[in-house]
């Protein structure tokens, strides 16, 4: 009996012994410290594994965080963009907005030109329609019977005579221009004070173009000499600038000429005109009955 529990105690002593050195290298090991730092070996090595299990977790997270940073930031160059082009599209309309402005000011400085170049009143209108046919040469104004157009009243420009007031209403007014067919006005090649070369002016049937008959042949007329209104129609005052010559058919001394007349004011292009506030003086009437005769 004493000894079988011999060799039991034979059999437990060797793995008693390599548990003891086993606790006492852990104790070493933990004791164990580098010699440049002072720190614990196994802390070392702990903290080298769970770098290696870290690394790659931090890399992912990394990676993941960085992404989801890339489309908050595209998102946020995308919402900057289309406010730059909304920017952009803004400045692009207040600059035509400033050139509309500047023109409007030119056209209206060449009315208010006009108007120091003559004696009568004037009321400024924009051209909000036109129909420039053959048969229907005419335009609409933004003037009416409530500001104080009145049917013939003279249509101009600071270039020269558009037409006149063929049509009123309470807002708007009708203008027949000058190179309507078949509309006459009296004018005079020159000087109005000094030339003889009086006739009627009315429209060629080409456009832009003005055709004036009843000069004389007799008359000497001359390409680029100006044309203007004598006041004989009774509806246009004399005057006022219709174009210059820039063709002279004569046949004989005897016959009346035909000259052709460049209009001074860009009709096909005008936007703001001047209404002149012009009424011809009233015509004398004449006698209806005979000198001698007896009245009852």
């Known amino acids: 009996m004493a000894e079988r529990s011999q060799k039991e105690v034979w059999k437990i002593t060797p793995w008693l012994m390599l548990l003891l050195l086993l606790c006492n290298f852990a104790l070493m090991a933990f004791d164990a410290r580098q010699t440049n730092t002072q720190q614990r070996v196994i802390r070392v090595w702990a903290q080298t594994a769970a770098d290696f299990v ?39 309309i207040e600059v035509q907005t400033n050139k509309g402005l500047t023109v409007e000011n030119e056209r209206l400085k060449s009315l208010l030109e006009l108007k120091a170049n003559t004696n009568y009143k004037f009321l400024s209108a924009q051209v909000i329609g036109r129909d420039t046919s053959a048969w229907f040469d005419t335009s609409i104004i933004d003037r009416g019977s409530l500001d104080g157009v009145k049917l ?39 000087t109005l004070e000094v030339s003889n070369a009086n006739g009627v002016v009315s429209g ?62 860009k009709l096909s292009a005008m936007q703001e005109v001047a209404v002149l506030l012009y009424e011809p003086p009233p015509r004398p009437e004449f006698e209806k009955t005979l000198p001698n005769a007896k009245k009852k």
């Open 54 to 92: 870290q690394s790659p977790v931090t890399f992912v997270g990394s990676a993941i965080t960085n992404y989801f940073s890339s489309i908050s930031s595209m998102r946020t160059a995308q919402s900057e963009n289309d406010v730059l082009k909304q920017r952009v599209q803004e400045l692009e």
């Open 152 to 190: 013939n009243m003279p249509i101009v420009t600071n270039g020269g005579l558009v037409g006149r007031v063929t049509a009123v209403s309470p807002l708007t007014a009708q203008v027949a221009l000058i190179t309507k067919d078949k509309a006459g006005l009296g004018a005079v090649v020159g």
């Open 204 to 265: 060629s049937g080409q456009k832009e173009i003005l055709e004036m008959g009843y000069v004389p042949g007799s008359i000497e007329v001359k390409i680029g000499e100006s044309v203007y209104t004598n006041g004989q129609d009774g509806i246009y005052p004399a005057g006022l600038k219709l174009g210059e010559v820039i063709e002279v058919r004569a046949d004989s001394a005897t016959q009346p000429q035909r000259i052709f007349i460049q209009p001074s004011a």
